[in-house]
């Protein structure tokens, strides 16, 4: 009989984060202020206009003052960066978010440097980046943070833990390996990170007590690149052509949960695992920015 793994619910983890982030946003509240956090769209992607909407909904729901700049796609860098130094002026801003990607005549990276640092609330900054890196306080992106809160509050050890990322994004993989390296309790783990230029890539995920994919392909990874008895990751979100679905697509992982599912001992699924965890981060991070404003 095969066994049947632990299921990683985000929606679980996410709601704990949010009733934590109630009683703190109450305690600010006496002190007279309200979280603020504001994104900024640029363009139509719809996408980034789901994103968006979702971000915003839910910091509502949550009581943070949320305002979104929606821009159109012709806007300038300049334009742009005058926008943010003036959000950075800003008193009851706590949290500037630009959603990515940006128009492609907008310098995107030019444009995170300009944030304040300490309204950096995605953790996109090289302020923030060289931050985590040193193991220093500061923002941390939201997705591997994220998934940090997921694997303590199921209480899944890392010290002493291969952990094998697959991706090298910015905002993903890079951050997601140096959080495991940090001489700290949710850290202390063995890192080794794969790319696209990582020959025989198997052979490093068959080794991962934990084995966290973010490389946006859908379901690449099947049982022969799982170690059995791993805890598995799967930040991955990919649309597949599904006709049997009304909206024509269904959202999948990166890991091919339903073959490697009775290999495992935990996993997070796609929709509901790692997803919800990056919004709450967010938020989490706009509550601890607007704590460090009283400071
Ligand atoms: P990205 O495209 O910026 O980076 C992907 C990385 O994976 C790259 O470094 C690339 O080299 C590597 N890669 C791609 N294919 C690979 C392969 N076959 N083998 C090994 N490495 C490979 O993407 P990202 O922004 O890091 O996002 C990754 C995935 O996670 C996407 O599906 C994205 O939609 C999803 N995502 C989910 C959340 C969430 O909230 N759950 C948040 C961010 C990203």
Redesign the pocket.
Known sequence: MPNSPLILSGKIVSSAVKEDLTKRIAALKQQGIKPGLTAVLVGEDPASQVYVRSKERQSEKLGLNSQVMRLSEETAEDELLAIIEKLNEEKAVHGILVQLPLPRHIDAQRVIEAIDPEKDVDGFHPVSVGKLVLGLDGFVS??PA?ILEILRYYNIETEGKHVVV????????KPMANLMIQKRPSGNATVTL?????PD?GFHTRQADILIA????PE?IGAEMVKEGAVVID????RVDDASRERGYRLV??VDFDAIKDRVSAITP?PG???P???AMLLSNTVKSAENSLE
């Open positions: 939201c997705t994220g697959v991706g090298r994004s910015n905002i993903v993989g794969v790319h696209t230029r990582t890539m973010a490389a946006g392909a690449f930040v991955g979100i990919n992982g990166d796609v695992g790692v997803g965890m990056t919004i």
